[in-house]
């Protein structure tokens, strides 16, 4: 059997990364692969649990960054690194990159920090593909609904968000095998085209 790959998919809220994941698993389905969906923080009850406090408590931004991994360890241990041990095929709705996104960039967390965390959760799991769906921040709060409650991130100042973008595109140009920019201002069938493509050459 094929090794699956582990695929994540990033951007700041609203950047309509969510609306392509299912587009994203199916072409992977129709291609014979066994595929897990999942979320951060999340993915597991007690990542779900963890993820209610974290969209929703006020909290120091360091318990905020230590409950990401911790959520993610957990992650990890029961869904992400047993698929991929089966060979499935694992696509997480964000992962590590949102964390140095916005907790390092967003609210200036120091990221030397950050990367000894990442070395303790996860010192040899990397995504091999991350897609980062990359949008104008005024795009983006347009593209929000407000008609919903906003979590605690959602209602962040537009200076935070400028800095989670920032810290986004300057990981992708830090990792440049793994990441792919996705410009999320395009038509969906455009969008749509260049995911066929990437997933094409995986
Ligand atoms: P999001 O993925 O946007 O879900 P939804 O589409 O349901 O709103 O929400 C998760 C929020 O958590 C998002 O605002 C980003 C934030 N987040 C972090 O700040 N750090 C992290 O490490 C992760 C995984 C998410």
Do not use: C, N
């Amino acid at each position: 059997m094929s090794a699956g790959k582990f695929i994540t998919f990033e951007g700041i809220d609203g950047a309509g990364k969510s609306t392509h994941i299912a587009f994203v698993a199916d072409l992977l389905r129709q291609r014979g692969k066994h595929v897990v969906t999942t979320r951060e923080p999340g993915g597991t009850a007690l990542g779900e649990s963890l993820r209610e406090l974290l969209l929703h408590e006020k909290m120091h931004l360091e318990t905020e960054a230590l409950l990401m991994f911790g959520a993610r360890r957990e992650h990890l241990a029961q869904v992400i690194d047993p698929a991929l041990a089966r060979g499935d095929w694992v696509i997480s709705d964000r992962f590590t990159d949102a964390t140095f996104a916005y907790q390092g960039g967003g609210r200036k967390l120091d990221r030397a920090k950050l990367e000894v965390l990442e070395k303790w959760v996860h010192p040899h799991r990397q995504p091999d593909l991350t897609l980062l769906f990359d949008v104008p921040l005024e795009v983006a709060r347009m593209r929000l609904d407000t008609t919903r409650h906003l979590d605690k991130f959602e209602r962040e100042k537009a200076e935070f968000f400028t800095a989670t973008r920032a810290e986004y595109l300057r990981r992708a140009e830090q990792f440049p095998l793994r990441f792919r920019i996705i410009d999320s201002t395009l038509p969906i069938p455009d969008v749509h085209k260049k995911l066929e493509e990437i997933v094409a050459s995986l």
